[in-house]
């Protein structure tokens, strides 16, 4: 990357606020080219990120954490998703195996340790694949958590080293399934069976009416996040 002092001073130079989702994907391309990526776990918010990118003519390079434990449902849109938009998601693996992580630390490390099982399966695998780009795009808004509510739209992340683009992270998630139905946007079935936020099998359930929307992740733990974003 460039010198992150300039970096940095470009980021504090403008209000990055009053800028639209498309605006702030238009910068990210124009500014970094094939060094920005876009996260996507297939939520609705990152299906929606990947119809914005193509319909504004860019062709983002989208990858994703494959864990070994994600919904068959989650799968099979990765393959729909990458037929509708001509794309090729990049596939970022642990460096162990399910295998190897059940030798080296015992059975469903994921009951037992979750946090560690995220740092294993999604956070040093993000790191590793990061520390290659110079911007990543998030689909995540403030609404959806309370750690999330103060979240920029775009900023550097120090956690990894590199600038940081959330498009829309002022949209509500009514914002966000109307765009989705408006255009015909391929998602995940499981979001219409009380699945708000759909991650490893083992950690997701649906919620209840009223529920916070992550209340299905980590069910029974004070976890919230799986630490790919620490604010």
Not at 44 to 71: K, N, W
Not at 88 to 115: I, N
Not at 162 to 189: E, F, G, H, S
Request: hydrophobic residues 35%; charged residues 25%.
């Amino acid at each position: 990357m460039e010198n992150l002092l300039e970096i940095r001073r470009e980021l504090a130079s403008r209000d990055w606020e009053p800028m639209t989702a498309r605006e702030a994907i238009a910068w990210g391309h124009e500014r970094f080219g094939d060094r920005l990526v876009f996260a996507s776990s297939f939520s609705l918010e990152d299906v929606l990120l990947i119809d914005l990118a193509c319909a504004a003519g860019i062709r983002p390079r989208v990858f994703y954490l494959d864990t070994g434990v994600l919904f068959p449902q989650t799968y099979e849109l990765i393959g729909r998703i990458a037929e509708r938009y001509g794309l090729e998601p990049e596939r970022v693996l642990p460096l162990l195996t399910l295998e190897e992580q059940a030798a080296e630390y015992g059975e469903k490390l994921w009951v037992r340790s979750p946090d560690q099982c995220c740092g294993i399966r999604k956070v040093e695998p993000l790191r590793r694949y990061l520390a290659g780009q110079e911007a990543w795009v998030t689909g995540i808004h403030r609404d959806q958590s309370p750690t999330r509510a103060n979240a920029p739209r775009v900023t550097f992340d120090e956690a990894f080293g590199l600038v940081k683009l959330n498009p829309i992270v002022d949209w509500t998630m009514q914002d966000v399934r109307r765009y989705v139905a408006a255009n015909d946007v391929p998602y995940n079935p499981l979001h219409d069976q009380g699945y708000p936020s759909i991650g490893c099998v083992p950690c997701t359930r649906a919620v209840k009416p009223g529920e916070d929307p992550r209340g299905g992740r980590w069910a029974g733990f004070e976890k919230t996040e799986c630490g790919l974003h620490g604010h």
